[in-house]
């Protein structure tokens, strides 16, 4: 059994300052883990480009607030 997130996540405020074009959810999800008693809707997405060195990737994001860091990525 596998642990740790397998979602690629991007906080609201990181597209908000960013202006990133936001699209909607094809499968709206709740997610539950990020505090304890109380369900958030994930709706909406974006598409981010990451670079790294050489490497260039374009992921696409599922959108929630998030105080703790901007971007987490999950496993592939």
């Not at 994930?42 to 929630?64: F, R, S």
């Amino acid at each position: 059994m596998s642990s740790g997130s397998t979602d690629n996540l991007i906080s609201t405020e990181m597209v908000d300052n960013l202006k990133f074009k936001i699209k909607k959810h094809p499968t709206p999800y709740k997610v539950s883990w990020l505090q304890k008693g109380y369900q958030l809707v994930v709706n909406e997405q974006c598409e981010v480009e990451l670079q790294l060195g050489k490497y260039k990737d374009k992921i696409l994001c599922d959108m929630m607030p998030m105080d703790v860091c901007h971007i987490l990525l999950g496993r592939p």
